[in-house]
């Protein structure tokens, strides 16, 4: 099946600095999204992004698909921003129902 | 606040017991994703739903069983519990098999 690996798998900001993630995977894909788990377990959406550049608010991602790599940007971080950001793909091919996840990168931000 | 629903929010059962957790879906969605998620990792692929019936499904045992009724809610059944089925676990919604899915805050379960 699909790999999906992401780094760095810990970081440490201090609030205000900017980060990037990384997301790799092993094969064409339909569909990418990146989610932040909050310390109570919820998954949230962030971007849905296949392929191309899209930003909101302090957030952007860019997904190169035929590179096979999606970033994450996180601009003038908070300590809000702490948790666990998972990046997630569907392979293409017929049958891929199942979304496959990286193991996440935790981001801590400190005052 | 997804509109995905989850019930039980925590739980702890004996090694052998079975267990039933419950997810609405949100509205209009008419696809359920079931996933565990065990500490440190990322969620894993239990199964989906779509229109009441099964079309996709992680390697799992059969002793992970699911349904999902006509209003789309869905359940997550596991039978004869091992502990380390200690997890936690996460229900998604979407519209479509391959489309965003928007996630549940999950039911945490602990098997003693």
């Known amino acids: 099946g699909i790999q999906v690996e992401q780094s760095p798998p810990d970081l440490i900001l201090q609030e205000g600095a900017n980060s990037t993630l990384r997301c790799n995977f092993s094969d064409s894909v339909n569909n990418l999204q990146w989610f932040h788990q909050n310390p109570w377990g919820q998954l949230i959406n962030l971007f849905y992004?296949?392929?191309g550049t899209k930003q909101n608010g302090r957030l952007s991602a860019t997904t190169v698909a035929t590179e096979r790599y999606s970033l994450l940007y996180i601009s003038s971080s908070q300590t809000t921003d702490s948790g666990v950001y998972f990046c997630?793909?569907?392979?293409?091919?017929?049958?891929?129902?199942?979304?496959?996840f990286g193991k996440g990168t935790k981001l801590s931000v400190i005052p | 606040e997804t509109g995905v629903t989850q019930s039980p929010t925590h739980l702890i059962k004996t090694r052998g017991q079975q267990v039933t957790l419950r997810c609405s879906s949100q509205s209009g969605h008419n696809t359920v994703s079931w996933y565990q998620q065990a500490l440190g990792q990322g969620p894993q692929f239990i199964f989906q739903y779509y229109r009441e019936e099964e079309n996709g499904r992680g390697n799992f045992p059969p002793r992970f069983s699911g349904l999902q009724f006509p209003n789309y809610s869905s359940e997550l059944n596991v039978n004869a519990l091992e502990l380390d089925d200690s997890a936690l676990y996460l229900c998604?919604?979407?519209?479509?098999?391959?489309?965003?899915?928007?996630f549940g805050e999950g039911s945490w379960l602990t098997v003693v």
């Open positions: 992004i296949p392929s």
């Open positions: 997630a793909v569907y392979a293409s091919g017929a049958g891929s129902y199942q979304l496959t």
């Open positions: 998604a919604s979407s519209l479509g098999g391959r489309n965003t899915i928007y």
